[in-house]
């Protein structure tokens, strides 16, 4: 039975940082790509950022470029997403997905990838919430 398990969530002030980690069992790593999505109240689920199974493409939302960094740890399973700067507008639930094909989790982060059919691992989400 596959799992996918979102740490690091918090409360923050603005321009503050916190880490995400995702961690996936039940599958093999290194054969999954990896993204991160984000929910907001009242919004719909966006890409934030993924990453290839090999780690040699990623994509990220532009409202996050340059403020976010998305890394894998192929030895040690986990994914990471390191947010700097953060911003009021960057509070929202926040899902690790997995899926043998990139398309699905980088959905939305680049135009070769619109309208792809949802991830097929998901985990419960972390919140973050950044305060003004």
Known sequence: ???????????VQAGGSLRLSCTASGLT?????????????GK???????ISR???SIYYLDAVKGRFT???DHANNPMYLQMNNLRPEDTAMYYCAADRATIR???GLTPAYSGAPPAAYWGQGTQVTVSS
């Open 29 to 41: 790593f290194d054969d999954y790509a990896m993204g991160w999505f984000r929910q907001a109240p």
């Open 105 to 107: 989790v980088c959905s």
């Open 44 to 50: 719909e689920r966006e890409g934030v950022s993924c």
């Open 54 to 56: 090999s780690g040699n």
């Open 70 to 72: 998305i890394s894998r």
């Open 1 to 11: 039975q596959v799992q996918v398990v979102e740490s690091g969530g918090g409360l």
